[in-house]
């Protein structure tokens, strides 16, 4: 997946808005006790993370 898609599903999920706000404050131990941003920086998938998100937050099936 490709960085720019991950936002995209982000937003569309989210709202442009929360969808910055949650990658940058929610903290999940999913991730290692890590943001969404920390894990994209610490080089983590985009993929990975998406589906980590989904998992966390129920994303919809036809939205993952």
Known sequence: M????FWE????????GYAETFARDHVMSELGGRTVDEALADG????????VVCQVMDVPGERR
């Open 2 to 5: 490709r960085l720019t898609v």
């Open 44 to 51: 983590w998938a985009a993929k990975d993370v998406w589906r």
């Open 9 to 16: 599903r982000m937003a569309e999920h989210f709202g442009a």
